[in-house]
């Protein structure tokens, strides 16, 4: 840590990125949503570590030593869902397989993180405030739009760590901060 760091706290997250191509495919999906409910736009990821007060020096280093420890891990789509809040409102919901546990354990290990609730890992699609109604109509067209969604696998090789405050709905304050490439044994 720099002692020397008088950077404000601020929030940040830790995001594991899909490939590009999953990347493409998953942003039509969400542009879709978008078209259809409004909200605002952001980039495809499965939260690793959560929202965390950090000074930005604190976070990209303890981003680096926990990513350091990472193998890329696979992924799979277990099916599409839809969630109680804003952050949670229609997404892929992954398979919690001992790697992508392991691998969010870890990470959250490294910047003392601890969840208030077990982890869920998934992939948002739309982030917003809708209706029970809303939302199921939304996950349908999910499904309808990539009939092949359930099931997809992918493999996870990028680690990001973002500037997220979790108060600015807009998402105009979020911002990538830095790309960590997962290393092969």
């Known amino acids: ?40 736009a952001f980039e495809p990821h499965a939260t690793v570590v959560g929202a965390i007060r950090l000074r930005r020096a604190q976070a990209i280093e303890m981003l680096r030593a926990a990513a350091a420890g990472v193998r890329p891990y696979t992924v799979r789509v277990a099916g599409v869902a839809r969630g109680d ?29 601890e969840r208030s609730t077990p982890y869920m890992p998934h992939v948002s699609l739309l982030y917003g405030d809708l209706t029970d109604e809303e939302k199921e109509e939304a996950r349908k067209k999910v ?23 979790t108060e600015d709905k807009s998402l105009e304050s979020w911002e990538l901060v830095e790309v960590y490439h997962l290393e092969k044994k």
């Not at 940040?12 to 990125?17: G, Q």
């Not at 919901?93 to 910047?111: I, N, R, W």
């Open 1 to 40: 840590m720099d002692p020397t760091d008088q950077s404000p706290e601020e929030v940040y997250s830790v995001w594991a990125l899909p490939p590009e191509p999953v990347r493409d495919r998953l942003r039509r999906a969400m542009e879709a949503l978008r078209a259809a409910h409004g909200f605002p």
């Open 85 to 113: 809040f804003f952050y949670q409102c229609v997404y892929l919901l992954l398979e919690p397989t001992p790697e992508v546990v392991e691998a969010s354990d870890h990470c959250c290990g490294h910047f003392g993180y």
């Open 143 to 165: 499904e309808e739009l990539d009939k092949d969604i359930c099931g997809l696998q992918f493999e996870v090789s990028e680690l990001a760590l973002y500037r997220t405050d």
